[in-house]
């Protein structure tokens, strides 16, 4: 997935200190529910210079609290009900799916994209499996872009300038513009923060001034791609009461795109996690926006244990990301001990949970943690483990320290989640090439 911080944030992060926009990112939540949660006592928060800061700690305690989960499934239930009146035109990608741009790169589909908020890349790798070209990212925490350059660039050789850039400042967009002034783009992705929306009366604004939804908008405006799909927490489509979600529609629509919206689950596609997000597709061509069809059910879900089971005997190996976690001998007892499903702190949490071996992962959170429980050996999950539950292949290599790592694979979009979105839209591409045959 992208990053959704600015450069200040990033300062803020690494000292361990977070604000009401940060907890609000990383949480999926509201800040009106964050503040909500301050007010009542449930997080703790020190006031500095009129403003709230909330240690690490103080912020995973209140993730693992039972109140955060309750706030979930009110989420879903609203989501639910909205998803019941999506208008969603779901496409057969089957035929498809064997292909692998990532590891064949001979498969091109033709089509050239931009991923804005990258992060690590994990909607670029699902796209590049669809046989998509990434030719421009844009993506500011450091870490990422290491991360990002080195798989793209360095291992797989596509000719693009990657490097740590802030999307709201003028230059950063003039020197995308420039780069891909000489390329058709197909499709421009992204995955924005959602904090900057409030309500002015029963009117929606966005601030410019903490919103990076405005800057996505206006390189579309610019590019004007054949199509653009945006990605985002489920939580989105019950803010400000559906209001955050119409209005974005609505904005696409005045810039000539239609747009149809959906929750996609991980798990259809082939990812060894519960993982659900808000996907929105849009084109310019007036043709039908495909989501595509999933391709596993319950029934045939790839587990948890199918996902990291081959990492089972392998020692330790920095290289390849697979850090172990040094725990005390209390914490070790404890952890053999917890039954599958449950979790350290509470039983309706997935922070410090031991998700059942034959089924798929809880989701994965961007908690610099890395608390998912290995359900069969006395430890948490590595980053390699953990990529894995993300669906990245195992030569996509993070940079930066076990945190950072962490951070990046948590933040990520599952990567065969990206690739049954690219297979998606590919197909609509194909058929504004056709039209034009």
């Known amino acids: 997935m992208y990053n959704r911080h600015t450069a200040s944030d990033i300062g803020r992060i690494k000292m361990e200190i977070y604000s009401i926009a940060d907890v609000a990112m990383m ?45 979930e499934n ?15 035109n779901w496409i057969d990608i089957s035929d498809k799916w064997t292909y692998d741009g990532w590891s064949n790169l001979k498969y091109r589909n033709g089509y050239n994209f931009i991923d804005l908020f990258s992060g690590a890349g994990g909607l670029s790798c699902g796209l590049t499996m669809a046989g998509f070209t990434p030719v421009a990212s844009v993506e500011i925490m450091p870490e990422a872009v290491e991360t990002y350059k080195y798989n793209f ?21 003039q020197e995308l513009y420039n780069s891909v002034s000489n390329k058709h783009i197909h499709l421009i992705v992204g995955g924005f923060p959602c904090q900057g929306f409030s309500l002015a009366g029963n009117r ?62 991980s798990a259809d596609y082939g990812v060894p996690q519960i993982r659900r997000r808000v996907i929105f597709i849009g084109n310019r061509h007036g043709l039908p926006n495909y989501h595509p069809q999933p391709i596993f059910s319950p029934d045939n879900y790839v587990t948890l244990g199918e996902g990291i089971k ?24 404890a952890i053999m001990a917890l039954p599958e499903g449950q979790s350290l702190y509470g039983n309706y949490s997935d922070a410090w949970k031991k998700s059942p071996w034959n089924k798929p992962s809880c989701t994965v959170k961007e908690n610099h943690g890395g608390v998912n429980i290995h359900p069969k050996l006395p430890r948490v999950l590595t980053p390699r483990e953990l990529a894995a539950l993300q669906s990245f292949p195992d030569d996509f290599i993070f940079m930066g320290s076990k945190k950072w790592q962490l951070v990046q694979i948590g933040n990520a979009v599952p990567a065969l989640l990206g690739k049954a979105i690219g297979i998606a839209v590919m197909k609509g591409i194909d058929q504004i090439k056709n039209n034009r045959e």
């Open 310 to 333: 081959r990492f089972m005997s392998i020692p330790e190996n920095k290289q390849i990301n697979h850090i172990f976690t040094k725990h005390s001998p209390k914490m070790i007892e």
């Open 153 to 173: 660039s360095e291992q797989k050789g596509f000719d693009k300038n990657v490097q740590a850039r802030d999307i709201k400042e003028p230059a950063v967009k």
């Open 27 to 71: 949480s999926g939540q509201s800040q009106k529910t964050i503040r909500r949660h301050i007010a009542a006592g449930k997080l703790k928060a020190e006031k500095i210079s009129n403003c709230y800061r909330i240690s690490k700690e103080d912020y995973e305690r209140w993730l693992i609290s039972d109140s955060v989960s309750e706030l």
């Open 204 to 265: 929606v604004v966005t601030d410019p001034r903490n919103s990076l939804y405005l800057e996505m908008l206006e390189i579309v405006k610019y590019i004007h791609p054949d199509y653009v799909v945006m990605e985002n927490v489920e939580g989105l489509r019950s803010m400000l009461n559906g209001k955050v979600e119409a209005k974005i529609i609505n904005d696409y629509k005045e810039a000539g795109y239609d747009i149809n919206v959906t929750v996609l689950n």
């Open 74 to 88: 009110i989420f879903s239930e609203t989501i639910v009900e909205a998803q019941n009146t999506d208008k969603v």
